[in-house]
């Protein structure tokens, strides 16, 4: 069971972009390489997910007129490569809640959330807790009932981001 240090940006004082996320992650190994979990996982964001780091990322002319709130699921193959490396592959199905400025919903949307995750898993504690850094591409092939308004600036950006670093945590029972 587990979750992601992600979670942190919850308390960034004065945050243009508060995300508002939670996660919470159960897993069980099928065999000593390979482990499944789910990650059922709730977010919202104001800036298109592609735009990368620079002077874009998170410029006011970018901001979408609203923000969208995101509950989803993710399915999650993680397969350990060598010693604590492993590689990972998340299909998130997640509902969107597109919200104007007022804070009034507007639409409702679907997305495919892809993550493949690259990182090493370290052990705590007689292997009871872990920690796990990580990179990652995400990729969100499927985005269904956007409004207009937030389409326009998605537009202007790919449908992926290229290394977004993780870390995630958890307990092993």
């Known amino acids: 069971m587990g979750s992601t240090f992600f979670m942190l940006g919850n308390f960034i004082p004065d945050d243009p972009n508060p995300p508002g996320f939670v996660q919470l992650n ?28 620079g002077a874009s990322f998170q410029s006011p002319e970018e901001k979408y007129p ?4 995101e509950h ?12 604590g490396v492993y590689g990972a592959a998340h299909a998130m199905n997640a509902l969107q809640k597109y919200v104007d400025e007022d804070d009034v919903r507007i639409q409702n949307g679907y997305q495919l959330f892809m993550t493949y995750r690259l990182g090493y ?7 009871r807790l872990f920690i796990e850094p990580s990179v990652a591409l995400t990729h969100w092939p499927i985005n269904t009932h ?21 870390l995630h945590f958890g307990v092993k029972f």
């Open 26 to 53: 159960f897993g069980y190994r099928i065999s000593p390489k390979d482990v499944i979990s789910l990650e059922a996982k709730t977010w919202k964001y104001a800036w298109p997910l592609g735009i990368p780091y």
């Open 66 to 69: 609203g923000y969208i709130r």
């Open 72 to 83: 989803g699921i993710a399915f999650v193959y993680q397969r350990f490569l060598w010693k």
């Open 121 to 127: 898993h370290f052990e705590l504690f007689k292997n």
């Open 146 to 166: 956007v409004p207009e308004s937030f389409a326009q600036l998605e537009s202007k950006w790919p449908n992926y981001f290229l290394l977004e670093p993780g």
